[in-house]
T-cell receptor, first 111, second 112 residues
Framework: EDKVVQSPLSLVVHEGDTVTLNCSYE??????LLWYKQEKKAPTFLFML????IEKKSGRLSSILDKKELFSILNITATQTGDSAVYLC???????????FGAGTILRVKS | EAGVTQFPSHSVIEKGQTVTLRCDPI?????LYWYRRVMGKEIKFLLH????????ESGMPNNRFLAERTGGTYSTLKVQPAELEDSGVYFC??????????FGSGTRLTVV
């Protein structure tokens, strides 16, 4: 069965800290790995990773994919209270365009 | 560009009743998806429409769930009759290309 596992399940840090969120996967036909941020409502897109070893950056957030070891990390530097959210990792399947999600990491940034 | 709109945002119904959730995708998006998050579990795929056709409904839990997409525009997801285990948040998403998913805010369904 296709599976995406995120760790840690939850995390509490102080403003200014750097955090690393992990995502490992075992799927039958991988196309891409996506990261989403979910605050109160709709998951919002952060990154899509298709190739190994190429870091994607957006401000204080960055992410990289390792297709040999089947994992990805999401880094957030200089965290702010506005980074508090659930971070979701999902694998986009090669056939059918469906996403297989991990359970998410709940991040709380304390001021 | 208007986003994906879902309504209602919340619904509380009694076991055995019927509920219909609606999703309006982004205009022009051929692909429409339904997902569900049951308490404490991952978000799970339910089904995928391409225009008005069901492309993949492998995630639909049972025949109490019926999804339609009229004329390739908005979609409805009907649960009839609802059971307690149907409680959760139902997300809709749309895309025009393979990976450009935009999610709606979800409908929180509580069956009591």
């Amino acid at each position: 069965e296709d599976k995406v596992v995120q760790s840690p399940l939850s995390l509490v840090v102080h403003e200014g800290d750097t955090v690393t969120l992990n995502c490992s996967y075992e799927v039958t036909n991988f196309r891409s790995l996506l990261w989403y941020k979910q605050e109160k409502k709709a998951p919002t897109f952060l990154f899509m990773l298709t190739s190994s070893g190429i870091e994607k950056k957006s401000g204080r957030l960055s992410s990289i994919l390792d297709k040999k070891e089947l994992f990805s990390i999401l880094n957030i530097t200089a965290t702010q209270t506005g980074d508090s959210a659930v971070y979701l990792c999902a694998v986009l399947m090669e056939y059918g365009n469906k996403l297989v999600f991990g359970a998410g990491t709940i991040l709380r940034v304390k001021s | 560009e208007a986003g994906v709109t879902q309504f209602p945002s919340h619904s509380v119904i009694e076991k055995g009743q019927t509920v219909t959730l609606r999703c309006d995708p982004i205009s022009g998006h051929d692909n429409l998806y339904w997902y569900r998050r049951v308490m404490g579990k991952e978000i799970k795929f339910l089904l995928h429409f391409v225009k008005e056709s069901k492309q993949d409904e492998s995630g639909m839990p049972n025949n109490r769930f019926l999804a339609e997409r009229t004329g390739g525009t908005y979609s409805t997801l009907k649960v009839q009759p609802a059971e307690l285990e149907d409680s959760g948040v139902y997300f809709c998403a749309s895309s025009q290309v393979h990976y450009g998913y935009t999610f709606g805010s979800g409908t929180r369904l509580t069956v009591v």
